[in-house]
Each structure stands twice: as structure tokens, then as C-alpha cells.
């Protein structure tokens, strides 16, 4: 990075931003001027969460992708996030910061793999979790997310045999909850297969008065010991309501950030790792920043495209998760 003489940074030639400005100012103009809405999952920076027009999870947030009648769409979210929304807004101008923000889960289920998965279970229909690529959707019958995946699997009949990819962590959750058998793709999330159990005991052993929340993207010897699980706006929900004052949060703990604003005065301690990193901080979600996040709606890119059929073929299982969700 230079900085140059018109006191701007510039990332090989490409762009600038002037040091002075006040980016929080600058994205809330430019924002106006675009007629766009910037929506954010709890993963984001702080300060990205509270610049946002909507932050939620991500059935909460494909929810407003569908209701938005702005003309362009900030997602400060993940890939699949993104191009979820432009699932739903084929017209739309749809922008992520960093196109490199991905997901383990969706790198780790290409379609034309789960493809020969699910031939070898030609009655099955195949569930997939929204964290996977707009390719691994068009193959699917029905997307849903952490927050209504039990929902949408109770209402499938009993005799239905299910393929469910790419999670095997909320695969396994959702078999427990429901009593159904399903055929798990092997699909992992890395921030949420780095919680330490050991770790968590030990802080359980200092805090006799915490809570265990986790989300279901957590390995099973983890949900074990939880007293809560759900999704991110579900955990959220659990703290406001809930009676206790500690609480140890097996998540990503940007979620924090909402929890100390809308349930103050209470203890969060992020679930740790096992090793002394910050394997549990999504190094996707991480790379968007309000840099980026300026920068992609001045310069109106990176934008996200897929081909029309891609898109029809993709939208089916996902209007259908929107209707079964209601
Ligand atoms: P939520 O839908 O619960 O926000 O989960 C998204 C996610 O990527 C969790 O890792
Ligand atoms: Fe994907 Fe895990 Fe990051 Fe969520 S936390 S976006 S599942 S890598």
C-alpha cells in the first residue's frame, strides 16, 4: 500500500481513499445516493453492524433480501449471503466487499460431487443448508437455514428418505431433534469445529452460573453440554429474554456486539479455541471491512453475477424454504 501525494491510499493503482474522510459519513451519502440498503450479518465488525439498515441471520436476512424495494443491495455478509439475495433480486445491483468471503461449508460441497452423492439415493429428495454455492442450490429440492431447518424437515413426510448437505454438525442436530434418519454430506464449519470442549469445561468450572449457547454449526461433544441452541438471532433472543447474567458463547463472537447492546449489563465470554488463536473468528466474514465496504459502493463492485438459468433453477428450493418457513 502507498500513500500518495493526494493523501489517498492506493492499493496498486486501483483505489484510493482519501485518509480524511469520514467513511461512516461517506457510506451513509453514498448510500442515499444509490438508493441502497445494506444488510449485515452478526459476524461483521462492529462498526459494520452499526452502519447497517438490517442485520440479522441468514433466513432473516434472505427475508429482507426478498422484501427490499431499494434499487442496490450491500451485503456485508459471506458469498452465499450475496448471491442469495441476487437469487432473489435477479435485477438488482448486488455488492459484497471482498468476493473472496467465503464459507468452509460451501467450499467443501462442490455440486458436481454432491451430485454423485445424491444418485446413489435416486428416491431421496436433498435438503441442503443456504450455506453453499448458488450451483449446489439449483440441485436441491429445499434450502433452509440453523433457523428453521427442524421446521422444514418435520414437515417432509415420514416415508420421504432425505440427502442433507453440506453441514454434518447441523445434519446430525436436526436427526436428533426430529427422530428422522437423513444421509449426511461430510461438510464442516471451521470456526464452529474449533470450540474446545476441555476449555469450555474449565471456564464452566470458574463461571458455575454461565449458560452454555452454541450454535448447531458446533460439534456434537460441544451441544452436549449446552443449555441453548439455535441460530445467531435465536441465541440473541435467548440472552434478552433470559433471567441469567453469564453466558458462554459458542458461536462467532461478533454476535456479541448485538448481545451487549440489546441485553447490557451481562457477561459474554466467547467460547476459546482449542489452540491460542482466533480460529474462532470467521477469517471470511473478517474480510470485509468499512474500507472495502466504501470503496465497493463508490466504485459500484465487486458485484455479483451468475447466469439467468442458474439463477431460475436456484430460486425454486428457495421461494419454497421462504413459503415453509412462514
Ligand atoms: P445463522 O443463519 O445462524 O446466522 O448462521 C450463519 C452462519 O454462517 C453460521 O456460521
Ligand atoms: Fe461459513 Fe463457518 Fe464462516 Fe459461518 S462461520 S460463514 S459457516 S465458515
Known amino acids: 500500500m502507498i500513500k500518495t501525494e493526494t493523501n489517498n491510499l492506493d492499493i496498486e493503482g486501483v483505489s484510493l481513499i482519501d485518509l480524511n474522510l469520514d467513511l461512516t459519513e461517506e457510506i451513509k451519502a453514498l448510500k442515499k445516493k444509490m438508493n441502497a440498503v445494506i444488510l449485515a450479518h452478526y459476524y461483521q465488525e462492529n462498526e459494520i453492524q452499526d452502519l447497517a439498515d438490517y442485520i440479522g441471520d441468514s433466513l432473516q436476512l434472505a427475508q429482507a433480501a426478498e422484501k427490499t424495494d431499494a434499487d442496490v443491495i450491500v451485503f456485508a455478509g459471506v458469498h452465499f449471503m450475496a448471491e442469495t439475495a441476487k437469487i432473489l433480486n435477479p435485477d438488482k445491483l448486488v455488492l459484497l466487499p471482498d468476493l473472496n468471503a467465503g464459507c468452509s461449508l460451501a467450499e467443501g460441497c462442490p455440486a458436481p460431487l454432491l451430485q454423485k452423492f445424491k444418485d446413489k439415493y435416486p428416491d431421496h429428495i436433498l435438503i441442503s443448508y443456504i450455506n453453499c454455492s448458488a450451483e449446489v442450490k439449483a440441485i436441491s429440492d429445499i434450502i433452509c437455514t440453523s433457523s428453521n431447518a427442524v421446521k422444514i424437515v418435520e414437515q417432509i413426510p ?130 470485509n471491512t468499512l474500507e472495502k465496504l466504501y470503496l465497493c459502493m463508490k466504485d459500484k463492485k465487486p458485484e455479483i453475477t451468475m447466469n439467468a438459468e442458474l439463477m431460475r433453477k436456484a430460486l425454486a428450493p428457495l421461494k419454497r424454504m421462504l413459503e415453509m418457513s412462514k
Not at 464449519?189 to 476449555?199: L, N
Not at 470458574?206 to 454449526?217: R, S, V, Y
Request: hydrophobic fraction near 35%; glycine fraction near 6%.
Open 158 to 287: 415420514k416415508e420421504q428418505g432425505i440427502i442433507f448437505a453440506p453441514d454434518k454438525n447441523l445434519g446430525r442436530y436436526i436427526m436428533k431433534q426430529t427422530g428422522r434418519e437423513m444421509k449426511l454430506w461430510q461438510g464442516a464449519c471451521i470456526v464452529h469445529e474449533t470450540f474446545s470442549d476441555r476449555k469450555i469445561t474449565q471456564l464452566k468450572f470458574q463461571h458455575p452460573n454461565a449458560k452454555i449457547i452454541a450454535h448447531p454449526e458446533c460439534e456434537d461433544v460441544i451441544l452436549r453440554h449446552a443449555d441453548y441452541i439455535g441460530s445467531t438471532s435465536a441465541l440473541l433472543n435467548f440472552v434478552i429474554k433470559d433471567s441469567g447474567s453469564e453466558y458462554i458463547v459458542a458461536t462467532e463472537p461478533g454476535i456479541i456486539h448485538q448481545m451487549e447492546l440489546k441485553a447490557p449489563g451481562k457477561l459474554y465470554i466467547p467460547a476459546p479455541p482449542e489452540n491460542n488463536c482466533s480460529c474462532n473468528e470467521c477469517p471470511y466474514m473478517k474480510l
